[in-house]
């Protein structure tokens, strides 16, 4: 079946930027999302790219794909202490199909 | 704004009896939802996807019995944890797609069974 794989932490300090890593499986992915959650909280859809793009920057977000290495990343510029969370990287084939969900990214952001 | 509504966003149950989540899209329709559970510090596991005017489809493991699931309009589907157990303690989501394309999430419902 089809898989979606991140990093399970990253620390980096504020102002600096971050650079969070994704890799999926599934060739047909069509939308490929980047979702935020804070604890005890539901997601937050911070920005998502179509299949048949390379970059989309967002006002300090920035993804990447790399549709031949099956490889998206979400880069945050000027961290703040207000970004930590969990950063989770989704796939779908279209917007009526289930997300598959990768085990997300704890972002800590040291002051 | 949010864009889909989840309530209650936290209940406390006895072990034994039934528990509602409701599932509302905001100013928008959305013929399916999907319901998801997350446990502790994991990922999201889909659960089942709701269908407006049919039966859900629910994966592999999920037991249909246990979690009834409602799409009785078009802005609104219902999770029902029937004689809830300690084990069915977790946080439940659902989302709707907005557009076609927007995956938009509740802000979720924790549920403790004692």
């Known amino acids: 079946g089809e898989d979606v794989e991140q990093s399970l932490f990253l620390s980096v300090r504020e102002g600096d930027s971050s650079v969070i890593n994704c890799t999926y499986t599934?060739?047909?992915?069509?939308?490929l999302y980047w979702y935020k959650q804070e604890p005890g909280a539901g997601l937050q859809l911070l920005t998502y790219?179509?299949?048949?793009?390379d970059m989309k920057q967002d006002q300090r977000l920035t993804v990447l794909l790399n549709k031949k290495d099956k490889h998206l990343s979400l880069r945050i510029a000027d961290t703040q202490t207000g970004d930590s969370a969990i950063y989770f990287c989704a796939e779908t084939v279209s917007g009526n199909t289930p997300l598959v969900f990768g085990k997300g990214t704890r972002l800590s952001v040291i002051a | 704004g949010a864009v889909v509504s989840q309530h209650p966003s936290r209940v406390i149950c006895k072990s034994g009896t039934s528990v509602k989540i409701e599932c509302r899209s905001l100013d928008f329709q959305a013929t399916t939802m999907f319901w998801y559970r997350q446990f502790p510090k994991q990922s999201l596991m889909l659960m089942a996807t709701s269908n407006e005017g049919s039966k859900a489809t629910y994966e592999q493991g999920v037991e249909k019995d246990k979690f009834l699931i409602n799409h009785a309009s078009l802005t609104l589907s219902t999770l029902t944890v029937t004689s809830a157990h300690p084990e069915d303690s977790s946080f439940y989501i659902c989302?709707?797609?907005?557009?076609?394309?927007?995956?938009?999430f509740g802000s979720g419902t924790q549920l403790s069974v004692l």
């Open positions: 790219i179509f299949s048949n793009m």
């Open positions: 599934d060739s047909s992915s069509t939308y």
């Open positions: 989302s709707a797609p907005l557009q076609g394309e927007k995956l938009f």
